[in-house]
């Protein structure tokens, strides 16, 4: 792999930019891996690479039955926090957050992140009783978040209205590391890197069955023939039910079409991201000047992709009353993705009934700020066939043993 | 949008005069009942990709909960009935089937 540089960039430019070769490569099935990530989403691809750099297994095949990145990876808002409530949550996400800030060195490809810093607004004295109790547990966990005055928020974003009346802000759960990455890259870099270590990523590939010899993966079906395995870890957000089912157990997850849309692009108007929680709406402005906005989930089980058209009216009719100036706005494109929704709204990062087989999923509507650290944690469970600190507290057993970590009561919904 | 004929006051109701409440047919654990049982009973799911059994009330219409088939893959609508039903009703597991022949049946 030709690393990418300032000085690349002069050389190519001396021979009609000819010279750039692909930044992955399209590899036929071997045999037999070490491991088979099912997944060529951010978390499969992050998984692999930490495998590769963290473990040294390299001999790792990615399969996935689309393109990758084409799931939830390209479908989010691009929004990067770790103010959560729970220890364990606190603990994995602020790990991704830390990857993140120098992940475009690591990859050696920019993934743009930008932490222009992130504000959870209170509209309800609720929230505001809420995030004081994040602040205070944030600082126990050594994450960064301060509660901020309505005052402060105007200054942060000169476009809100902070009166209401129906939504009005009272105060702002302030992250300042917290911002966006451009969510293609990350996908894109992580599948350079691995496809550098000598990884297949393999794509247009869906599995239709996990082969299994008492009670241990043996390898899995796919469109392009059997392929064997010594590990199997399946990273397949929304479809994880199906996955699963192939491999023999269920899981606690429901999957719903989660929605998102953006504005025609405008100048430069908000350089921070505002998340909304009462009214389930989220917004920041994309380097091309668009307004990225995303709302709430539908209610039912949905694996289409596309959403119930009144919860965007719901999302930007209160996103009109605080950001009174978009109310002129077109909106260019909307879309929906799959998300795989979890009880407690906590993902599982965990083993699995099958011996060797390995489940990362339940991300439901917030896994692009987890990449890095989910495939971290994942890589390092896959390994060494036990669960590191990080993914210890995620197993798919807490529900049965009680043991939440209950995301759902402090995140609201936008998560 | 997704539309539901509501069994009880033979509203077409749209979403927004709804409320969801997912998997429907769910067979009660509780006391006496084994840890795996009342486990799969609270938090395991079907969440099929396709004909899927589901739970609706009529929330600003009659009030009253009833039961949908409904495809998750599609978004169509084979049919609803009455919430007092154990099972969903011969005539309507027919017409799913005779719609998807692949369907494995409701159990």
Not at chain 1, 184 to 194: I, L, T
Not at chain 1, 374 to 384: E, F, I, N, P, V
Not at chain 2, 23 to 32: D, M, N, S, T
Not at chain 2, 81 to 90: F, G, H, R
């Amino acid at each position: 792999m030709k690393r990418y540089s300032v000085f690349a960039i002069a050389r190519e430019a001396m021979s009609y930019h000819l010279g750039w070769e692909r930044a992955w490569a399209a590899p036929q099935p071997k045999k037999e891996y070490d491991a088979i990530i099912i997944g060529a989403g951010g978390h499969g691809l992050a998984t692999a690479y930490y495998l590769g750099k963290n473990h040294g297994i390299r001999n790792v095949a990615i399969i996935e039955k689309g393109w990758l990145g084409g799931g939830n990876t390209g479908r989010n808002t691009t929004i990067i926090r770790s103010n959560y409530l729970q220890d364990p949550s606190a603990a994995i996400y602020d790990k991704a957050l830390k990857l993140y800030e120098d992940l475009s060195q690591d990859l050696n490809y920019n993934v743009m992140f930008s932490p222009r810093g992130l504000l959870m607004l209170a509209q309800t004295h609720h929230e505001v009783r809420g995030y004081l109790r994040t602040v205070h547990a944030n600082t126990l966990q050594g994450v960064a978040t301060e509660w901020i005055s309505p005052a402060r928020v105007k200054e942060l974003v000169p476009i809100i209205n902070i009166d209401g009346p129906r939504y009005p802000i009272l105060g702002a759960l302030y992250q300042a590391r917290g911002g966006t990455a451009r969510h293609d890259a990350v996908a894109w870099g992580y599948a350079r890197a691995c496809s550098a270590m000598g990884m297949d990523i393999i794509q247009q590939c869906e599995v239709t069955g996990v082969r299994s010899e008492n009670g241990v993966v043996k390898g899995v079906e796919t469109t392009k023939g059997y392929i064997g395995t010594k590990k199997l870890g399946i990273v397949v957000a929304g479809h994880s039910g199906q996955v699963a089912d192939m491999a023999g157990f269920r899981l606690p997850i429901e999957a719903v079409a989660l929605q998102a849309l953006v504005s025609e692009p405008i100048k430069p108007c908000m350089d921070v991201v505002v998340m909304a929680n009462t009214v389930h709406g989220y917004m920041s402005q994309s380097d091309k000047g668009e307004m990225v906005i995303g709302g709430g989930t539908d209610g039912f089980n949905n694996f289409t992709q596309r959403g119930s058209f009144h919860h965007i009216e719901e999302t930007l009719r209160a996103l009109v009353e605080t950001f009174p100036m978009i109310s002129r706005l077109k909106m260019l494109r909307q879309w929906g993705g799959i998300v795989d929704m979890t009880g407690d709204r906590s993902p599982i990062i965990s083993k699995t009934p099958l011996g060797n087989c390995f489940i990362n999923c339940g991300w439901g509507t917030g896994g692009f700020k987890a990449i890095p650290g989910s495939g971290w944690a994942m890589a390092d469970l896959m390994a060494r066939g036990e669960p590191g600190p990080l993914a210890a507290d995620f197993n798919m057993w807490r529900f049965r043993e009680g043991q939440f970590i209950d995301e759902s009561v402090a995140a609201g919904v936008a998560h | 949008m997704l539309i539901l004929e509501c069994p009880y006051c033979g509203v077409k109701a749209e979403e927004t005069e709804l409320s969801p409440g997912y998997e429907a047919h769910l067979k009660r654990f509780g006391p006496g009942s084994s840890d795996d049982e009342f486990n799969d009973y609270m938090f395991a799911r079907k969440n099929p990709k396709g004909v899927h059994f589901e739970r609706w009330r009529h929330a600003y219409g009659c009030g009253k909960w009833f039961l949908a088939a409904r495809c998750t893959a599609t978004l169509e609508v084979f049919g609803t009935y009455p919430a007092q039903s154990s099972e969903p009703p011969a005539d309507l597991v027919a017409k799913i089937k005779a719609k998807r022949p692949d369907w494995s049946g409701y159990k």
